[in-house]
Protein backbone atom coordinates (compact mmCIF):
# COMPACT_ATOMS: atom_id res chain seq x y z
CA UNK A 1 0.00 0.00 0.00
CA UNK A 2 1.49 3.71 -0.44
CA UNK A 3 0.95 5.06 2.67
CA UNK A 4 1.14 8.40 1.43
CA UNK A 5 -1.61 8.31 -0.69
CA UNK A 6 -4.74 10.82 0.08
CA UNK A 7 -6.97 7.86 -0.96
CA UNK A 8 -5.40 5.41 1.27
CA UNK A 9 -5.86 7.48 4.69
CA UNK A 10 -8.65 5.53 6.11
CA UNK A 11 -7.05 2.23 5.62
CA UNK A 12 -4.05 3.96 7.30
CA UNK A 13 -6.11 5.34 10.12
CA UNK A 14 -7.43 2.00 10.91
CA UNK A 15 -4.03 0.21 11.29
CA UNK A 16 -2.75 2.58 13.28
CA UNK A 17 -6.25 2.07 15.84
CA UNK A 18 -5.35 -1.40 16.28
CA UNK A 19 -1.34 -1.24 15.82
CA UNK A 20 0.80 -1.42 18.62
CA UNK A 21 3.95 0.33 17.49
CA UNK A 22 7.69 0.64 18.94
CA UNK A 23 7.86 4.35 18.49
CA UNK A 24 5.17 6.90 17.94
CA UNK A 25 6.69 10.88 17.18
CA UNK A 26 4.53 13.64 17.76
CA UNK A 27 5.51 16.66 15.15
CA UNK A 28 6.03 16.30 11.51
CA UNK A 29 8.60 19.10 10.86
CA UNK A 30 12.01 18.26 9.80
CA UNK A 31 12.89 16.46 13.22
CA UNK A 32 10.36 14.24 13.46
CA UNK A 33 10.45 13.17 9.88
CA UNK A 34 14.17 12.86 10.45
CA UNK A 35 13.24 10.36 13.85
CA UNK A 36 10.64 8.68 11.72
CA UNK A 37 13.43 7.65 9.24
CA UNK A 38 16.49 7.16 11.42
CA UNK A 39 13.60 4.45 13.61
CA UNK A 40 11.97 2.54 11.05
CA UNK A 41 15.37 1.99 8.70
CA UNK A 42 16.41 0.65 12.01
CA UNK A 43 13.29 -1.89 12.02
CA UNK A 44 11.30 -0.11 14.35
CA UNK A 45 7.60 -0.13 14.31
CA UNK A 46 7.04 3.59 13.36
CA UNK A 47 3.87 5.91 13.77
CA UNK A 48 3.96 9.76 13.36
CA UNK A 49 1.57 12.39 13.52
CA UNK A 50 1.27 16.15 12.83
CA UNK A 51 -1.76 17.82 13.90
CA UNK A 52 -1.51 20.40 10.80
CA UNK A 53 0.35 19.29 7.65
CA UNK A 54 3.90 17.95 7.20
CA UNK A 55 6.27 21.09 7.68
CA UNK A 56 3.46 23.45 8.58
CA UNK A 57 5.29 24.92 11.45
CA UNK A 58 9.02 26.09 11.72
CA UNK A 59 10.13 23.72 8.83
CA UNK A 60 8.46 25.68 5.94
CA UNK A 61 9.47 28.90 7.67
CA UNK A 62 13.39 28.87 7.45
CA UNK A 63 16.20 30.76 4.77
CA UNK A 64 15.94 27.65 3.07
CA UNK A 65 19.36 27.30 3.13
CA UNK A 66 21.67 23.96 4.77
CA UNK A 67 24.14 25.96 5.33
CA UNK A 68 27.55 25.49 7.73
CA UNK A 69 25.96 28.11 10.28
CA UNK A 70 29.70 30.79 9.44
CA UNK A 71 28.22 33.53 12.43
CA UNK A 72 28.64 30.41 15.00
CA UNK A 73 32.22 30.99 14.63
CA UNK A 74 32.03 33.67 16.12
CA UNK A 75 30.32 32.69 19.14
CA UNK A 76 32.78 30.04 19.78
CA UNK A 77 30.02 27.05 18.62
CA UNK A 78 32.95 25.03 17.23
CA UNK A 79 31.65 22.06 17.42
CA UNK A 80 28.44 23.25 16.12
CA UNK A 81 30.15 24.50 12.94
CA UNK A 82 31.77 21.49 12.40
CA UNK A 83 28.82 19.29 12.81
CA UNK A 84 26.57 20.86 10.47
CA UNK A 85 29.43 21.71 8.95
CA UNK A 86 29.68 17.90 7.58
CA UNK A 87 26.18 17.24 7.84
CA UNK A 88 25.29 19.72 4.73
CA UNK A 89 27.74 17.93 2.82
CA UNK A 90 26.00 14.88 3.32
CA UNK A 91 22.53 15.34 2.42
CA UNK A 92 24.12 17.44 -0.54
CA UNK A 93 25.13 13.39 -1.56
CA UNK A 94 21.57 12.38 -0.51
CA UNK A 95 19.31 14.36 -2.34
CA UNK A 96 21.51 16.45 -4.71
CA UNK A 97 18.57 17.78 -6.61
CA UNK A 98 17.09 19.40 -3.80
CA UNK A 99 20.16 20.22 -1.55
CA UNK A 100 22.22 22.53 -4.08
CA UNK A 101 25.36 24.30 -4.47
CA UNK A 102 24.91 27.48 -3.74
CA UNK A 103 27.99 30.14 -3.74
CA UNK A 104 27.71 33.24 -1.38
CA UNK A 105 29.53 36.16 -1.34
CA UNK A 106 30.79 38.16 2.11
CA UNK A 107 31.50 41.82 1.55
CA UNK A 108 33.12 43.26 3.70
CA UNK A 109 32.52 47.06 4.48
CA UNK A 110 33.91 49.69 6.57
CA UNK A 111 33.03 49.42 10.65
CA UNK A 112 30.90 45.85 9.67
CA UNK A 113 31.18 42.96 11.52
CA UNK A 114 34.18 41.29 9.38
CA UNK A 115 37.59 43.13 9.24
CA UNK A 116 39.33 41.25 6.03
CA UNK A 117 42.29 39.17 8.41
CA UNK A 118 39.55 38.02 10.73
CA UNK A 119 36.98 36.89 7.45
CA UNK A 120 39.96 35.05 5.61
CA UNK A 121 40.76 33.40 8.59
CA UNK A 122 37.33 32.76 9.86
CA UNK A 123 36.53 31.68 6.37
CA UNK A 124 39.76 29.33 6.41
CA UNK A 125 38.49 27.57 9.61
CA UNK A 126 35.06 27.06 8.40
CA UNK A 127 35.79 25.51 5.56
CA UNK A 128 38.23 22.74 7.48
CA UNK A 129 35.78 22.23 10.29
CA UNK A 130 33.07 21.72 7.51
CA UNK A 131 35.20 19.36 5.50
CA UNK A 132 34.87 21.75 2.57
CA UNK A 133 36.13 20.55 -1.08
CA UNK A 134 38.99 22.20 -2.48
CA UNK A 135 36.80 23.31 -5.36
CA UNK A 136 34.40 25.06 -3.00
CA UNK A 137 37.02 26.33 -0.85
CA UNK A 138 37.26 30.24 0.57
CA UNK A 139 38.07 32.81 -1.95
CA UNK A 140 39.22 36.16 -1.14
CA UNK A 141 38.20 39.63 -3.21
CA UNK A 142 40.04 42.31 -3.99
CA UNK A 143 37.61 45.67 -3.87
CA UNK A 144 37.15 45.27 -8.24
CA UNK A 145 36.71 41.72 -7.67
CA UNK A 146 33.81 42.29 -5.38
CA UNK A 147 31.62 44.77 -7.03
CA UNK A 148 32.22 42.48 -10.37
CA UNK A 149 30.59 39.98 -8.18
CA UNK A 150 27.52 42.33 -7.35
CA UNK A 151 27.85 45.60 -9.06
CA UNK A 152 24.33 46.57 -6.78
CA UNK A 153 26.97 47.39 -3.62
CA UNK A 154 27.79 50.61 -2.18
CA UNK A 155 31.11 51.33 -3.79
CA UNK A 156 31.91 54.17 -0.84
CA UNK A 157 31.67 50.97 1.80
CA UNK A 158 32.89 48.00 0.23
CA UNK A 159 36.70 47.15 1.15
CA UNK A 160 36.95 43.68 -0.24
CA UNK A 161 34.87 40.31 0.11
CA UNK A 162 34.65 36.81 0.55
CA UNK A 163 33.47 33.64 -1.43
CA UNK A 164 32.78 30.54 0.36
CA UNK A 165 29.93 27.54 -0.09
CA UNK A 166 26.67 27.22 1.28
CA UNK A 167 23.57 24.92 -0.06
CA UNK A 168 20.67 25.98 -1.21
CA UNK A 169 17.30 24.18 -0.73
CA UNK A 170 13.26 23.77 0.01
CA UNK A 171 12.64 22.87 3.89
CA UNK A 172 9.15 22.09 3.27
CA UNK A 173 10.18 19.91 0.09
CA UNK A 174 13.10 18.36 1.61
CA UNK A 175 11.18 17.64 4.83
CA UNK A 176 8.59 15.85 2.37
CA UNK A 177 10.83 14.04 0.82
CA UNK A 178 12.27 12.80 4.28
CA UNK A 179 8.30 11.74 5.34
CA UNK A 180 8.45 10.06 1.40
CA UNK A 181 11.50 7.74 2.92
CA UNK A 182 10.32 7.05 6.15
CA UNK A 183 7.20 5.49 4.34
CA UNK A 184 9.22 3.57 2.06
CA UNK A 185 10.88 1.88 5.28
CA UNK A 186 7.34 0.79 6.57
CA UNK A 187 6.61 4.29 8.79
CA UNK A 188 3.17 4.88 9.28
CA UNK A 189 2.86 9.01 8.86
CA UNK A 190 -0.07 10.99 9.51
CA UNK A 191 -0.76 14.73 8.88
CA UNK A 192 -3.86 16.53 10.70
CA UNK A 193 -3.51 13.97 13.85
CA UNK A 194 -3.63 15.88 16.99
CA UNK A 195 -2.23 14.82 19.87
CA UNK A 196 -4.72 15.41 22.40
CA UNK A 197 -3.55 13.69 25.39
CA UNK A 198 -1.17 10.67 26.38
CA UNK A 199 -2.16 7.53 27.24
CA UNK A 200 -0.41 5.82 30.78
CA UNK A 201 0.16 2.44 32.03
CA UNK A 202 1.28 1.44 34.93
CA UNK A 203 2.85 5.65 34.96
CA UNK A 204 4.69 5.28 31.68
CA UNK A 205 3.24 6.96 28.70
CA UNK A 206 1.97 4.24 26.66
CA UNK A 207 0.78 6.15 23.62
CA UNK A 208 -2.04 9.09 22.57
CA UNK A 209 -5.55 9.89 22.57
CA UNK A 210 -6.04 11.85 19.31
CA UNK A 211 -8.18 13.58 16.73
CA UNK A 212 -8.39 13.34 13.11
CA UNK A 213 -9.31 16.35 11.57
CA UNK A 214 -9.89 14.76 7.94
CA UNK A 215 -12.36 12.12 9.13
CA UNK A 216 -13.20 14.36 12.50
CA UNK A 217 -12.93 10.83 14.73
CA UNK A 218 -10.85 10.08 17.78
CA UNK A 219 -8.65 7.66 17.98
CA UNK A 220 -6.18 6.06 20.31
CA UNK A 221 -2.17 5.03 19.04
CA UNK A 222 -0.89 2.67 21.81
CA UNK A 223 3.38 2.63 21.39
CA UNK A 224 5.90 0.99 23.54
CA UNK A 225 7.75 4.42 23.51
CA UNK A 226 7.02 8.33 22.76
CA UNK A 227 9.59 10.65 21.25
CA UNK A 228 8.02 14.54 21.22
CA UNK A 229 9.82 16.41 18.53
CA UNK A 230 6.74 18.98 18.02
CA UNK A 231 9.06 22.37 17.84
CA UNK A 232 7.49 25.37 19.12
CA UNK A 233 4.82 23.00 20.63
CA UNK A 234 7.45 20.76 22.74
CA UNK A 235 6.61 22.50 25.94
CA UNK A 236 3.29 22.41 25.74
CA UNK A 237 2.90 18.77 25.42
CA UNK A 238 5.45 18.40 28.35
CA UNK A 239 3.16 20.39 30.19
CA UNK A 240 0.06 17.78 29.39
CA UNK A 241 3.00 15.18 30.91
CA UNK A 242 3.72 16.88 33.87
CA UNK A 243 7.42 16.94 33.24
CA UNK A 244 8.07 20.74 32.30
CA UNK A 245 11.06 21.87 34.56
CA UNK A 246 12.95 25.32 34.43
CA UNK A 247 14.41 24.27 30.96
CA UNK A 248 12.14 25.48 28.69
CA UNK A 249 11.90 27.11 25.27
CA UNK A 250 12.96 30.34 24.04
CA UNK A 251 11.19 30.89 21.15
CA UNK A 252 12.21 33.63 18.56
CA UNK A 253 10.64 35.19 15.47
CA UNK A 254 11.99 34.91 11.74
CA UNK A 255 10.66 37.04 8.75
CA UNK A 256 11.91 36.74 5.26
CA UNK A 257 10.38 38.86 2.37
CA UNK A 258 10.62 38.30 -1.18
CA UNK A 259 10.65 40.91 -4.07
CA UNK A 260 10.51 40.22 -7.95
CA UNK A 261 14.15 39.75 -9.27
CA UNK A 262 13.58 43.04 -11.29
CA UNK A 263 13.33 44.90 -8.51
CA UNK A 264 16.02 43.54 -6.66
CA UNK A 265 18.24 42.01 -9.79
CA UNK A 266 20.98 40.22 -7.15
CA UNK A 267 23.36 38.39 -9.72
CA UNK A 268 24.16 35.91 -6.82
CA UNK A 269 23.39 35.05 -3.05
CA UNK A 270 24.86 37.15 -0.30
CA UNK A 271 25.51 37.30 2.92
CA UNK A 272 25.67 41.08 4.22
CA UNK A 273 25.46 43.45 7.56
CA UNK A 274 23.17 46.10 8.31
CA UNK A 275 23.19 49.13 10.13
CA UNK A 276 22.76 47.32 13.83
CA UNK A 277 25.58 44.95 12.83
CA UNK A 278 23.28 41.89 12.21
CA UNK A 279 23.86 39.63 9.08
CA UNK A 280 21.45 39.06 6.76
CA UNK A 281 21.36 37.01 4.14
CA UNK A 282 19.88 38.15 0.06
CA UNK A 283 19.40 34.69 -1.98
CA UNK A 284 18.15 34.81 -5.86
CA UNK A 285 15.42 32.07 -6.41
CA UNK A 286 13.94 31.78 -10.25
CA UNK A 287 12.04 34.79 -10.52
CA UNK A 288 12.18 36.13 -7.29
CA UNK A 289 15.06 37.37 -4.74
CA UNK A 290 14.34 37.16 -0.98
CA UNK A 291 15.92 38.40 2.14
CA UNK A 292 15.88 37.56 5.53
CA UNK A 293 16.05 37.11 8.72
CA UNK A 294 15.33 38.68 12.04
CA UNK A 295 15.63 37.49 15.32
CA UNK A 296 13.11 38.74 17.33
CA UNK A 297 11.31 37.66 20.83
CA UNK A 298 7.82 35.92 20.07
CA UNK A 299 5.15 36.05 22.76
CA UNK A 300 2.27 35.12 20.48
CA UNK A 301 0.16 32.99 18.77
CA UNK A 302 2.61 29.78 17.75
CA UNK A 303 -0.11 28.90 14.87
CA UNK A 304 -0.67 32.13 13.18
CA UNK A 305 2.58 34.03 12.75
CA UNK A 306 2.06 36.95 10.33
CA UNK A 307 4.95 39.28 8.57
CA UNK A 308 4.55 42.98 9.95
CA UNK A 309 4.87 46.19 8.47
CA UNK A 310 7.44 47.04 11.24
CA UNK A 311 9.43 43.73 10.11
CA UNK A 312 9.49 44.89 6.38
CA UNK A 313 10.54 48.30 7.40
CA UNK A 314 13.26 46.84 9.26
CA UNK A 315 14.44 44.46 6.32
CA UNK A 316 14.34 46.95 3.26
CA UNK A 317 15.61 49.49 5.17
CA UNK A 318 18.85 47.49 6.04
CA UNK A 319 18.70 46.38 2.24
CA UNK A 320 18.83 49.96 0.78
CA UNK A 321 21.64 51.23 3.68
CA UNK A 322 23.90 48.21 1.78
CA UNK A 323 22.51 48.64 -1.96
CA UNK A 324 21.67 52.39 -1.87
CA UNK A 325 20.70 51.88 -5.62
CA UNK A 326 17.91 50.00 -5.02
CA UNK A 327 15.70 52.43 -3.21
CA UNK A 328 13.23 49.30 -2.25
CA UNK A 329 9.98 49.98 -1.09
CA UNK A 330 7.56 48.00 1.03
CA UNK A 331 5.16 47.91 -1.46
CA UNK A 332 7.51 45.90 -3.79
CA UNK A 333 7.35 42.86 -1.76
CA UNK A 334 5.25 40.11 -3.26
CA UNK A 335 5.24 37.74 -0.40
CA UNK A 336 6.66 37.08 2.96
CA UNK A 337 6.92 34.20 5.64
CA UNK A 338 7.02 34.12 9.14
CA UNK A 339 8.25 31.66 11.88
CA UNK A 340 9.39 30.93 15.26
CA UNK A 341 12.53 29.31 16.05
CA UNK A 342 11.99 26.91 19.51
CA UNK A 343 15.12 27.57 20.67
CA UNK A 344 16.70 26.24 24.60
CA UNK A 345 16.23 29.78 27.26
CA UNK A 346 19.60 30.73 28.45
CA UNK A 347 19.27 33.71 30.91
CA UNK A 348 20.52 36.53 30.25
CA UNK A 349 20.88 35.99 26.16
CA UNK A 350 19.26 37.85 23.48
CA UNK A 351 17.64 36.13 20.79
CA UNK A 352 20.28 36.42 18.13
CA UNK A 353 22.94 35.36 21.10
CA UNK A 354 20.63 32.12 22.21
CA UNK A 355 22.43 28.66 21.21
CA UNK A 356 21.32 26.61 17.98
CA UNK A 357 21.99 23.53 19.96
CA UNK A 358 19.15 20.32 20.15
CA UNK A 359 18.97 19.09 23.75
CA UNK A 360 17.03 16.32 24.46
CA UNK A 361 14.36 15.98 27.79
CA UNK A 362 13.31 12.20 29.06
CA UNK A 363 10.47 12.61 31.38
CA UNK A 364 10.13 10.01 34.32
CA UNK A 365 6.85 8.94 32.44
CA UNK A 366 9.57 8.02 29.89
CA UNK A 367 8.00 10.47 27.47
CA UNK A 368 10.99 11.90 25.24
CA UNK A 369 11.29 15.63 23.92
CA UNK A 370 14.07 16.99 21.81
CA UNK A 371 14.22 20.97 20.54
CA UNK A 372 16.12 23.27 19.31
CA UNK A 373 18.94 22.24 16.60
CA UNK A 374 19.26 23.76 13.15
CA UNK A 375 17.28 22.76 9.69
CA UNK A 376 20.96 21.13 8.43
CA UNK A 377 21.22 19.10 11.71
CA UNK A 378 18.18 16.90 11.44
CA UNK A 379 19.45 13.76 11.05
CA UNK A 380 22.19 13.93 13.60
CA UNK A 381 19.32 14.99 15.78
CA UNK A 382 17.44 11.99 14.66
CA UNK A 383 20.02 9.83 15.28
CA UNK A 384 20.80 11.00 18.71
CA UNK A 385 17.36 10.68 19.87
CA UNK A 386 16.48 7.08 18.48
CA UNK A 387 20.28 6.12 20.06
CA UNK A 388 18.94 7.84 23.44
CA UNK A 389 15.70 5.53 22.92
CA UNK A 390 17.79 2.51 21.89
CA UNK A 391 19.93 2.53 25.43
CA UNK A 392 16.65 2.69 27.17
CA UNK A 393 15.16 -0.40 24.85
CA UNK A 394 18.58 -2.57 25.61
CA UNK A 395 18.10 -1.74 29.26
CA UNK A 396 14.53 -2.47 29.88
CA UNK A 397 14.14 -5.15 27.50
CA UNK A 398 17.61 -6.27 26.44
CA UNK A 399 16.69 -5.47 22.96
CA UNK A 400 19.65 -5.33 20.72
CA UNK A 401 21.08 -2.06 19.69
CA UNK A 402 20.65 -1.10 15.85
CA UNK A 403 23.21 1.62 14.48
CA UNK A 404 21.67 4.01 12.71
CA UNK A 405 21.49 3.74 8.60
CA UNK A 406 20.51 7.18 7.55
CA UNK A 407 24.24 8.42 6.07
CA UNK A 408 23.94 6.01 3.34
CA UNK A 409 19.69 5.99 2.52
CA UNK A 410 19.39 8.34 -0.81
CA UNK A 411 16.41 10.61 -0.12
CA UNK A 412 15.84 10.39 -4.04
CA UNK A 413 15.63 6.22 -3.94
CA UNK A 414 19.09 6.87 -5.63
CA UNK A 415 17.75 8.93 -8.31
CA UNK A 416 21.17 10.89 -9.19
CA UNK A 417 24.49 9.78 -8.60
CA UNK A 418 25.67 13.57 -8.36
CA UNK A 419 25.19 17.25 -8.95
CA UNK A 420 26.73 16.49 -12.96
CA UNK A 421 23.71 13.82 -13.11
CA UNK A 422 21.02 16.62 -11.90
CA UNK A 423 22.40 19.39 -14.37
CA UNK A 424 22.23 16.66 -17.12
CA UNK A 425 18.47 15.49 -16.21
CA UNK A 426 17.50 19.62 -15.88
CA UNK A 427 19.70 20.11 -18.64
CA UNK A 428 17.28 17.53 -21.06
CA UNK A 429 13.97 18.77 -19.18
CA UNK A 430 14.44 22.24 -20.29
CA UNK A 431 14.92 21.04 -23.91
CA UNK A 432 11.81 19.11 -23.54
CA UNK A 433 9.73 22.27 -21.84
CA UNK A 434 10.73 24.21 -25.04
CA UNK A 435 9.59 21.78 -27.25
CA UNK A 436 6.01 22.15 -25.88
CA UNK A 437 6.43 25.72 -25.18
CA UNK A 438 6.64 25.98 -21.40
CA UNK A 439 9.58 28.64 -19.87
CA UNK A 440 12.60 27.18 -18.96
CA UNK A 441 12.06 28.51 -15.38
CA UNK A 442 10.06 25.24 -14.83
CA UNK A 443 13.25 22.85 -15.66
CA UNK A 444 14.86 24.46 -12.30
CA UNK A 445 11.22 24.21 -10.41
CA UNK A 446 10.22 20.76 -11.51
CA UNK A 447 13.92 18.75 -11.15
CA UNK A 448 14.50 20.81 -7.59
CA UNK A 449 11.00 19.41 -6.11
CA UNK A 450 10.05 16.31 -7.72
CA UNK A 451 13.50 14.93 -9.40
CA UNK A 452 13.06 12.45 -11.98
CA UNK A 453 9.83 12.23 -11.09
CA UNK A 454 9.79 15.42 -13.55
CA UNK A 455 9.51 13.13 -16.30
CA UNK A 456 6.10 11.32 -15.02
CA UNK A 457 4.27 14.61 -14.53
CA UNK A 458 5.07 16.38 -17.72
CA UNK A 459 3.78 12.73 -19.27
CA UNK A 460 0.81 13.21 -17.27
CA UNK A 461 0.04 16.76 -18.52
CA UNK A 462 -1.61 15.23 -21.86
CA UNK A 463 -4.16 13.84 -19.53
CA UNK A 464 -5.67 17.04 -19.01
CA UNK A 465 -7.18 19.03 -22.19
CA UNK A 466 -6.86 22.70 -21.05
CA UNK A 467 -5.70 25.58 -24.10
CA UNK A 468 -3.28 26.93 -21.57
CA UNK A 469 0.12 24.72 -20.60
CA UNK A 470 0.43 26.21 -17.43
CA UNK A 471 -2.85 24.69 -16.35
CA UNK A 472 -2.27 21.61 -17.90
CA UNK A 473 1.14 21.36 -15.89
CA UNK A 474 0.22 22.55 -12.42
CA UNK A 475 -2.80 19.99 -12.67
CA UNK A 476 -0.42 17.29 -13.57
CA UNK A 477 1.58 18.72 -10.48
CA UNK A 478 -1.50 17.93 -8.25
CA UNK A 479 -2.34 14.92 -9.23
CA UNK A 480 1.26 13.24 -8.64
CA UNK A 481 1.11 15.04 -5.25
CA UNK A 482 -2.50 13.32 -4.15
CA UNK A 483 -1.36 10.09 -5.19
CA UNK A 484 2.16 10.32 -3.30
CA UNK A 485 2.16 13.53 -0.94
CA UNK A 486 -0.93 13.13 1.46
CA UNK A 487 -2.28 15.94 0.02
CA UNK A 488 -5.49 17.95 1.65
CA UNK A 489 -5.86 21.56 1.65
CA UNK A 490 -5.00 23.74 -0.72
CA UNK A 491 -2.39 25.53 1.00
CA UNK A 492 -1.13 21.64 1.53
CA UNK A 493 -0.29 22.13 -1.96
CA UNK A 494 0.34 26.21 -3.12
CA UNK A 495 2.47 26.42 0.01
CA UNK A 496 4.34 23.38 1.23
CA UNK A 497 4.55 20.85 -1.80
CA UNK A 498 5.18 23.31 -4.83
CA UNK A 499 6.33 26.95 -2.61
CA UNK A 500 4.49 28.84 -5.06
CA UNK A 501 2.95 30.92 -2.47
CA UNK A 502 6.70 32.59 -1.36
CA UNK A 503 8.48 31.82 -4.67
CA UNK A 504 5.72 32.45 -7.66
CA UNK A 505 3.00 33.85 -5.88
CA UNK A 506 1.32 35.18 -9.65
CA UNK A 507 1.09 31.63 -10.57
CA UNK A 508 -1.51 30.94 -8.03
CA UNK A 509 -4.66 33.36 -9.04
CA UNK A 510 -4.62 32.37 -12.93
CA UNK A 511 -4.51 28.44 -11.64
CA UNK A 512 -6.92 28.62 -8.38
CA UNK A 513 -10.06 27.55 -9.88
CA UNK A 514 -8.61 24.73 -11.81
CA UNK A 515 -7.14 23.16 -8.74
CA UNK A 516 -10.00 24.06 -6.30
CA UNK A 517 -12.19 21.71 -8.82
CA UNK A 518 -9.72 19.43 -9.17
CA UNK A 519 -9.73 18.95 -5.02
CA UNK A 520 -13.64 18.64 -5.69
CA UNK A 521 -14.10 16.48 -7.99
CA UNK A 522 -10.70 13.98 -5.94
CA UNK A 523 -12.51 14.24 -2.63
CA UNK A 524 -16.44 15.14 -3.60
CA UNK A 525 -16.24 18.55 -1.26
CA UNK A 526 -18.96 20.36 -1.16
CA UNK A 527 -19.42 23.54 -2.25
CA UNK A 528 -18.94 25.35 0.75
CA UNK A 529 -16.31 23.17 1.50
CA UNK A 530 -14.68 24.33 -2.09
CA UNK A 531 -15.13 27.69 -1.56
CA UNK A 532 -14.20 27.79 2.15
CA UNK A 533 -11.11 26.42 0.96
CA UNK A 534 -10.75 29.78 -1.74
CA UNK A 535 -11.08 31.96 1.05
CA UNK A 536 -8.48 30.47 3.12
CA UNK A 537 -6.20 30.54 0.17
CA UNK A 538 -7.02 34.01 -0.93
CA UNK A 539 -6.52 35.26 2.76
CA UNK A 540 -3.09 33.68 2.59
CA UNK A 541 -2.38 35.13 -0.11
CA UNK A 542 -3.29 38.79 1.39
CA UNK A 543 -1.44 38.04 4.66
CA UNK A 544 1.99 37.72 3.03
CA UNK A 545 1.40 40.06 0.20
CA UNK A 546 -0.31 42.96 1.94
CA UNK A 547 2.79 45.98 3.13
CA UNK A 548 2.72 48.95 1.07
Known amino acids: MNFLSSTNRKALTDTAKTQH ?18 AASRGLKTVLVEKNDFASGTSSKSTKLIHGGLRYLKQFE ?12 TLHKLIPNLVTSEKMLLPLIKDGTFGKLMTSIGLMVYDVLAGV ?34 YRTDDAR ?14 HCLNYVQADEFIYKEGKVAGVFATDFISGEKMEIKAKSTISAAGPWVDELRTKNHSLTSKHLHLTKGVHIVLPHSKFPLKQAI ?24 DTDYFGDKDKILTTKADVEYLIKGTNHAFPKLNLKA ?31 ESETGLISIAGGKLTGYRKMAEKVVDRLYDRLHKEEDMPIVETKTIHIDLDNGAFKNAKAVKKYRKSIREQLEVIGLEKYYAGYLVSNYGKVTDEIIEGMNAFDNKA ?36 IHSIKPTLDAI ?15 LSEKEAMEKAIQEVSVFG
Open 174 to 187: LTIEIIKTASRFGA
Open 469 to 504: LHLKLIRSELRYCLENEMVFSIQDFYIRRTGRLYFD
Open 271 to 294: YFDFPDKRMVFAIPRGKITYIGTT
Open 133 to 166: EKVDQRKMLDIEETLEKEPLLSEENVEGGGIYAE
Open 78 to 89: IALVREVGRERA
Open 516 to 530: LKDFQNHFGWSVEKT
Open 331 to 361: KDVESSWAGVRPLIHEDGKSASEISRKDEIF
Open 21 to 38: YDLLIIGGGITGAGIALD
